[in-house]
């Protein structure tokens, strides 16, 4: 998962879970447990709740 981290583009996609990478521009709506993109919930891991917030607030 590492490896394929870091061939995407740097502030549009985040790791928000060990299991999970967001394009953060999809993102409708998350809160401190899960992230929405249509009608599918992404978990969030404790760690990467601020992560997200500060990528999307970035946009």
Do not use: C, W
Not at 11 to 31: C, P, Q
Not at 36 to 45: A, C, F, L, V, Y
């Amino acid at each position: 998962m590492k490896s394929f981290e870091s061939e995407l583009p740097q502030g549009k996609f985040v790791r928000v879970h060990k299991s999970y990478i967001v394009n953060v521009e999809r993102v409708e709506k998350f809160n401190s447990k899960f992230a929405e993109i249509g009608n599918t919930k992404i978990p969030i891991s404790r760690n990467k709740k601020d992560v997200i917030s500060e990528a999307i607030s970035q946009l």
